[in-house]
């Protein structure tokens, strides 16, 4: 199934990429929204940067030690 997901993943972002070729954005307001596939590029490593700091909040802000409320 895991690997099932993984193939459905990896043919949406090569379709996504495909397809920004072909339908590019109709009403920049940036010299960057020009580029063919930037949109792609931006909501790709957008999605990881958020995935990375959500981890490392998680991490150092919000997980305590396993012996946080044994302590007293």
């Known amino acids: 199934m895991i690997i099932k997901l993984r193939y459905a993943l990896w043919i949406s972002i090569?379709?996504?990429?495909?397809?920004?070729?072909?339908?590019?954005?109709?009403?920049?307001?940036?010299?960057w929204q020009k580029l063919p596939v930037f949109d792609v590029f931006f909501g790709f490593f957008g999605c990881i940067l958020i995935i990375v700091f959500a981890k490392w909040v998680g991490h150092n802000w919000l997980m305590k030690d396993r012996d946080y409320y044994d302590r007293n």
């Open 14 to 31: 090569a379709s996504t990429f495909i397809l920004g070729f072909f339908f590019p954005n109709q009403h920049p307001h940036f010299w």
